[in-house]
Protein backbone atom coordinates (compact mmCIF):
# COMPACT_ATOMS: atom_id res chain seq x y z
CA UNK A 1 0.00 0.00 0.00
CA UNK A 2 1.59 3.48 -0.78
CA UNK A 3 2.22 6.01 1.92
CA UNK A 4 -0.75 8.34 0.66
CA UNK A 5 -3.72 5.70 0.74
CA UNK A 6 -2.34 4.87 4.56
CA UNK A 7 -2.22 8.27 5.56
CA UNK A 8 -5.88 8.48 3.72
CA UNK A 9 -7.42 6.04 5.44
CA UNK A 10 -5.41 7.26 9.12
CA UNK A 11 -7.61 10.65 8.01
CA UNK A 12 -10.52 9.04 8.40
CA UNK A 13 -10.16 7.33 11.30
CA UNK A 14 -9.04 10.74 13.01
CA UNK A 15 -12.04 12.15 11.49
CA UNK A 16 -14.64 9.31 12.72
CA UNK A 17 -12.74 10.35 16.02
CA UNK A 18 -13.93 14.20 15.96
CA UNK A 19 -16.85 13.43 15.28
CA UNK A 20 -17.51 10.10 18.04
CA UNK A 21 -15.78 12.60 20.79
CA UNK A 22 -18.31 15.86 20.02
CA UNK A 23 -21.36 13.56 19.75
CA UNK A 24 -20.88 12.05 22.96
CA UNK A 25 -23.98 13.28 25.61
CA UNK A 26 -22.27 15.13 28.08
CA UNK A 27 -18.42 15.95 27.16
CA UNK A 28 -17.33 19.23 28.38
CA UNK A 29 -14.50 19.86 25.82
CA UNK A 30 -16.62 18.52 22.92
CA UNK A 31 -15.84 21.82 20.57
CA UNK A 32 -11.46 21.48 21.70
CA UNK A 33 -11.62 17.65 21.35
CA UNK A 34 -13.04 18.30 17.73
CA UNK A 35 -11.28 20.75 16.14
CA UNK A 36 -7.71 18.92 17.57
CA UNK A 37 -9.23 15.97 15.69
CA UNK A 38 -10.81 17.53 12.56
CA UNK A 39 -7.10 19.29 11.90
CA UNK A 40 -5.25 16.68 12.35
CA UNK A 41 -7.80 14.71 9.77
CA UNK A 42 -7.03 17.32 7.15
CA UNK A 43 -3.39 17.64 7.72
CA UNK A 44 -3.26 13.89 6.76
CA UNK A 45 -5.47 14.01 4.03
CA UNK A 46 -3.63 16.74 2.39
CA UNK A 47 -0.67 15.32 3.36
CA UNK A 48 -1.88 12.25 1.26
CA UNK A 49 -2.54 14.06 -1.40
CA UNK A 50 0.68 15.90 -1.63
CA UNK A 51 2.28 12.58 -1.80
CA UNK A 52 -0.03 11.45 -4.71
CA UNK A 53 0.89 14.86 -6.84
CA UNK A 54 4.54 14.32 -6.23
CA UNK A 55 4.85 10.63 -6.75
CA UNK A 56 4.88 9.22 -3.49
CA UNK A 57 8.25 10.88 -2.45
CA UNK A 58 8.08 11.30 1.02
CA UNK A 59 11.11 14.11 0.87
CA UNK A 60 8.47 16.77 -0.66
CA UNK A 61 6.96 16.75 2.53
CA UNK A 62 9.98 18.39 4.44
CA UNK A 63 10.76 21.31 5.36
CA UNK A 64 13.82 22.05 3.90
CA UNK A 65 16.34 24.35 5.54
CA UNK A 66 20.22 25.70 4.79
CA UNK A 67 22.58 25.97 7.18
CA UNK A 68 24.39 28.74 5.14
CA UNK A 69 22.54 30.97 2.56
CA UNK A 70 24.81 29.44 -0.18
CA UNK A 71 24.95 25.86 1.36
CA UNK A 72 22.98 22.93 0.17
CA UNK A 73 19.23 22.65 1.40
CA UNK A 74 18.55 19.75 4.16
CA UNK A 75 15.23 18.63 5.87
CA UNK A 76 14.31 20.51 9.31
CA UNK A 77 14.70 18.08 12.17
CA UNK A 78 12.78 18.15 15.59
CA UNK A 79 14.07 17.02 19.43
CA UNK A 80 14.79 13.11 18.03
CA UNK A 81 16.41 14.67 14.68
CA UNK A 82 13.60 13.23 12.63
CA UNK A 83 12.61 15.38 9.62
CA UNK A 84 9.67 17.92 10.26
CA UNK A 85 6.76 17.91 7.65
CA UNK A 86 5.01 20.95 6.20
CA UNK A 87 1.93 21.67 8.52
CA UNK A 88 -1.65 22.03 7.12
CA UNK A 89 -2.07 25.43 6.62
CA UNK A 90 1.01 25.56 4.35
CA UNK A 91 -0.40 22.58 2.22
CA UNK A 92 -3.65 23.88 2.20
CA UNK A 93 -1.76 27.28 0.67
CA UNK A 94 -0.08 25.52 -1.95
CA UNK A 95 -2.72 23.22 -2.77
CA UNK A 96 -5.17 27.09 -3.40
CA UNK A 97 -2.35 27.86 -6.16
CA UNK A 98 -3.14 24.52 -7.92
CA UNK A 99 -6.10 24.83 -9.80
CA UNK A 100 -6.47 21.98 -10.29
CA UNK A 101 -6.01 20.37 -6.85
CA UNK A 102 -9.96 20.40 -5.95
CA UNK A 103 -9.75 22.62 -3.06
CA UNK A 104 -12.34 25.96 -3.57
CA UNK A 105 -11.21 28.81 -1.22
CA UNK A 106 -14.07 28.47 1.22
CA UNK A 107 -12.24 24.97 2.12
CA UNK A 108 -9.13 26.58 2.79
CA UNK A 109 -11.37 29.68 4.87
CA UNK A 110 -12.66 27.28 6.49
CA UNK A 111 -9.34 25.37 7.51
CA UNK A 112 -7.88 28.69 8.74
CA UNK A 113 -11.04 29.05 10.95
CA UNK A 114 -10.66 25.22 12.25
CA UNK A 115 -7.17 25.76 13.21
CA UNK A 116 -7.66 29.05 15.01
CA UNK A 117 -10.31 27.32 17.37
CA UNK A 118 -7.76 24.99 17.55
CA UNK A 119 -4.82 27.00 18.67
CA UNK A 120 -7.66 29.19 20.74
CA UNK A 121 -8.96 25.82 22.59
CA UNK A 122 -6.68 27.12 26.06
CA UNK A 123 -9.17 30.23 25.89
CA UNK A 124 -12.88 28.02 25.52
CA UNK A 125 -13.05 27.74 28.99
CA UNK A 126 -15.75 29.90 29.30
CA UNK A 127 -18.06 28.87 25.93
CA UNK A 128 -21.35 29.31 26.37
CA UNK A 129 -24.38 27.78 23.60
CA UNK A 130 -23.77 30.96 21.13
CA UNK A 131 -19.94 29.89 21.20
CA UNK A 132 -20.78 26.82 20.87
CA UNK A 133 -22.77 27.23 17.68
CA UNK A 134 -19.96 29.18 16.05
CA UNK A 135 -17.59 26.43 16.45
CA UNK A 136 -20.54 24.15 15.02
CA UNK A 137 -20.88 25.40 12.09
CA UNK A 138 -17.52 25.57 11.24
CA UNK A 139 -17.45 22.37 12.16
CA UNK A 140 -20.43 21.28 10.12
CA UNK A 141 -19.07 22.72 6.75
CA UNK A 142 -15.49 20.87 7.79
CA UNK A 143 -16.82 17.55 7.70
CA UNK A 144 -18.74 18.02 4.27
CA UNK A 145 -15.93 19.88 2.69
CA UNK A 146 -13.85 17.01 4.06
CA UNK A 147 -16.55 14.40 3.02
CA UNK A 148 -16.34 15.88 -0.87
CA UNK A 149 -12.17 15.48 -1.29
CA UNK A 150 -11.76 12.71 0.77
CA UNK A 151 -14.43 11.17 -1.75
CA UNK A 152 -12.85 12.96 -4.81
CA UNK A 153 -9.55 12.77 -4.51
CA UNK A 154 -9.26 8.84 -2.80
CA UNK A 155 -12.57 7.29 -3.87
CA UNK A 156 -13.57 6.46 -0.12
CA UNK A 157 -16.62 5.23 0.22
CA UNK A 158 -17.23 7.15 3.80
CA UNK A 159 -21.20 6.16 3.29
CA UNK A 160 -20.54 3.26 6.06
CA UNK A 161 -19.88 6.19 8.76
CA UNK A 162 -22.39 8.54 10.10
CA UNK A 163 -20.68 11.88 8.73
CA UNK A 164 -22.52 14.46 10.72
CA UNK A 165 -22.58 16.27 14.00
CA UNK A 166 -25.70 16.17 16.39
CA UNK A 167 -27.15 19.51 16.15
CA UNK A 168 -26.38 21.17 19.28
CA UNK A 169 -29.82 22.54 20.04
CA UNK A 170 -30.78 18.74 19.95
CA UNK A 171 -29.47 18.58 23.30
CA UNK A 172 -29.01 21.92 24.59
CA UNK A 173 -32.07 23.59 23.46
CA UNK A 174 -32.81 25.66 20.22
CA UNK A 175 -30.29 27.59 18.67
CA UNK A 176 -28.42 30.37 20.95
CA UNK A 177 -29.10 33.28 19.39
CA UNK A 178 -25.73 35.72 19.87
CA UNK A 179 -25.54 38.09 22.97
CA UNK A 180 -26.71 41.92 22.19
CA UNK A 181 -22.92 41.99 22.76
CA UNK A 182 -19.65 40.71 22.77
CA UNK A 183 -18.58 42.61 25.40
CA UNK A 184 -18.67 40.25 28.35
CA UNK A 185 -16.76 37.71 26.59
CA UNK A 186 -13.01 37.53 27.12
CA UNK A 187 -11.01 39.55 25.26
CA UNK A 188 -8.99 36.28 23.52
CA UNK A 189 -12.74 35.13 22.71
CA UNK A 190 -13.98 38.27 21.34
CA UNK A 191 -10.72 38.28 18.69
CA UNK A 192 -11.45 34.52 17.60
CA UNK A 193 -15.36 35.34 17.30
CA UNK A 194 -14.05 38.51 15.04
CA UNK A 195 -11.32 36.36 13.36
CA UNK A 196 -13.94 33.51 12.20
CA UNK A 197 -16.50 36.31 11.10
CA UNK A 198 -13.67 37.28 8.80
CA UNK A 199 -13.15 34.20 7.42
CA UNK A 200 -16.66 33.41 6.97
CA UNK A 201 -17.58 36.88 5.09
CA UNK A 202 -14.89 36.00 2.09
CA UNK A 203 -17.18 33.37 0.91
CA UNK A 204 -19.53 34.42 -1.75
CA UNK A 205 -23.56 33.70 -2.09
CA UNK A 206 -23.73 30.35 -3.89
CA UNK A 207 -20.26 29.58 -4.60
CA UNK A 208 -18.73 26.07 -5.17
CA UNK A 209 -19.99 23.18 -3.22
CA UNK A 210 -17.33 23.82 -0.28
CA UNK A 211 -18.09 26.49 2.42
CA UNK A 212 -16.68 28.05 4.96
CA UNK A 213 -19.65 27.78 8.02
CA UNK A 214 -22.97 26.49 7.25
CA UNK A 215 -25.54 27.68 9.46
CA UNK A 216 -27.63 25.25 11.40
CA UNK A 217 -31.55 25.28 12.09
CA UNK A 218 -33.44 22.78 13.98
CA UNK A 219 -37.08 23.13 13.57
CA UNK A 220 -39.43 19.82 15.00
CA UNK A 221 -42.04 18.76 12.85
CA UNK A 222 -44.61 16.22 12.19
CA UNK A 223 -43.33 12.60 11.40
CA UNK A 224 -46.23 12.59 8.30
CA UNK A 225 -45.22 16.18 6.95
CA UNK A 226 -46.85 16.28 3.54
CA UNK A 227 -43.24 17.92 1.91
CA UNK A 228 -41.68 14.44 3.28
CA UNK A 229 -40.17 11.99 1.06
CA UNK A 230 -38.36 7.86 1.62
CA UNK A 231 -35.05 8.40 0.96
CA UNK A 232 -32.92 5.30 2.02
CA UNK A 233 -29.16 6.29 1.25
CA UNK A 234 -27.74 2.92 1.37
CA UNK A 235 -28.29 -0.38 -0.80
CA UNK A 236 -29.12 -2.29 1.90
CA UNK A 237 -32.93 -2.98 2.03
CA UNK A 238 -33.15 -3.75 5.56
CA UNK A 239 -31.21 -0.40 6.88
CA UNK A 240 -33.62 1.89 8.28
CA UNK A 241 -35.45 4.63 6.46
CA UNK A 242 -35.49 8.31 7.49
CA UNK A 243 -37.77 10.95 6.48
CA UNK A 244 -36.22 14.16 4.81
CA UNK A 245 -37.34 17.38 3.25
CA UNK A 246 -37.31 17.72 -0.28
CA UNK A 247 -34.39 20.33 0.16
CA UNK A 248 -32.59 18.26 2.18
CA UNK A 249 -31.72 16.01 -0.47
CA UNK A 250 -29.48 18.24 -1.97
CA UNK A 251 -27.16 17.90 1.16
CA UNK A 252 -26.21 14.09 -0.45
CA UNK A 253 -26.39 15.07 -4.23
CA UNK A 254 -24.71 18.57 -4.22
CA UNK A 255 -23.20 18.53 -7.61
CA UNK A 256 -25.43 19.81 -11.37
CA UNK A 257 -24.04 17.85 -14.23
CA UNK A 258 -21.61 20.89 -14.47
CA UNK A 259 -20.30 20.97 -11.43
CA UNK A 260 -19.60 16.86 -12.23
CA UNK A 261 -17.89 17.65 -15.43
CA UNK A 262 -15.68 20.13 -13.82
CA UNK A 263 -14.62 18.48 -11.39
CA UNK A 264 -14.04 15.41 -13.87
CA UNK A 265 -11.35 17.62 -15.81
CA UNK A 266 -9.43 17.63 -12.43
CA UNK A 267 -9.51 14.60 -11.57
CA UNK A 268 -8.02 12.75 -14.29
CA UNK A 269 -5.56 13.50 -17.08
CA UNK A 270 -7.25 12.06 -19.71
CA UNK A 271 -10.78 12.70 -19.00
CA UNK A 272 -12.80 14.36 -22.46
CA UNK A 273 -16.10 15.51 -21.91
CA UNK A 274 -17.35 13.19 -24.94
CA UNK A 275 -19.74 10.61 -26.44
CA UNK A 276 -18.07 8.06 -23.91
CA UNK A 277 -18.11 10.17 -20.94
CA UNK A 278 -21.66 10.61 -21.89
CA UNK A 279 -22.83 6.69 -22.50
CA UNK A 280 -21.27 5.81 -18.83
CA UNK A 281 -22.28 8.65 -16.98
CA UNK A 282 -25.98 7.92 -18.64
CA UNK A 283 -25.66 4.43 -17.70
CA UNK A 284 -24.35 5.51 -13.84
CA UNK A 285 -27.42 7.81 -13.60
CA UNK A 286 -30.45 5.04 -13.72
CA UNK A 287 -28.91 3.94 -9.88
CA UNK A 288 -30.48 6.37 -7.18
CA UNK A 289 -27.20 6.32 -5.25
CA UNK A 290 -25.40 8.26 -7.99
CA UNK A 291 -27.97 10.59 -8.99
CA UNK A 292 -30.95 12.12 -8.73
CA UNK A 293 -33.70 13.63 -10.73
CA UNK A 294 -35.47 16.72 -9.32
CA UNK A 295 -37.73 19.54 -9.98
CA UNK A 296 -35.88 22.85 -9.90
CA UNK A 297 -39.39 24.04 -8.18
CA UNK A 298 -40.88 21.50 -5.90
CA UNK A 299 -43.91 23.45 -5.55
CA UNK A 300 -44.67 23.86 -9.38
CA UNK A 301 -45.09 19.86 -10.73
CA UNK A 302 -44.38 21.34 -14.66
CA UNK A 303 -41.21 23.18 -13.50
CA UNK A 304 -37.57 22.26 -15.48
CA UNK A 305 -36.14 18.95 -14.02
CA UNK A 306 -32.56 18.43 -13.50
CA UNK A 307 -30.04 15.51 -12.66
CA UNK A 308 -27.98 15.90 -9.33
CA UNK A 309 -25.15 13.80 -8.63
CA UNK A 310 -23.47 11.89 -5.20
CA UNK A 311 -19.67 12.15 -4.72
CA UNK A 312 -19.54 8.65 -4.70
CA UNK A 313 -19.91 8.15 -8.73
CA UNK A 314 -16.33 9.30 -9.13
CA UNK A 315 -15.75 5.89 -7.57
CA UNK A 316 -17.22 3.83 -10.72
CA UNK A 317 -15.38 6.63 -12.87
CA UNK A 318 -12.09 5.76 -11.45
CA UNK A 319 -12.24 2.51 -13.34
CA UNK A 320 -12.74 3.87 -16.55
CA UNK A 321 -10.43 7.08 -16.24
CA UNK A 322 -6.56 7.76 -15.06
CA UNK A 323 -6.32 9.85 -12.20
CA UNK A 324 -4.18 12.99 -12.64
CA UNK A 325 -0.80 13.20 -10.99
CA UNK A 326 2.11 15.44 -11.14
CA UNK A 327 5.41 14.71 -12.01
CA UNK A 328 8.22 15.23 -8.97
CA UNK A 329 8.69 19.01 -7.98
CA UNK A 330 11.78 20.13 -6.86
Not at 147 to 157: H, I, K, M, P, S
Not at 184 to 206: C, F, H, K, V, W
Request: aromatic share 10%; with cysteine; hydrophobic share 40%.
Amino acid sequence: MPLSADLAEKSVQAAIAAIEIYNKPNFSYREEAFSLLMTNAWELLLKAKWLVDHSEIVESLYEMVKNEPTGPEHPKVNGSGNPISHGLVYLAARMMEDKNSGLEPASNENILALVEIRNNAAHLINKDLYIGRRVQEIGTASLRNYLTLATEWFGLNLSVYNFFLMPISFYHGFEAAEPASRAAYPEQIQRLLSYIDAREATEAEGEGNQHVALHLETRLVKGKDAAALEFRYTDDPKAPAIAVREQDVFKNYPMTYRDLSDTMKRRYSDFLENRDYHRLRKALEREQKFCILRLLNPSKPESTKQRFYNANIFQEFDKHYQRRKKGAQG
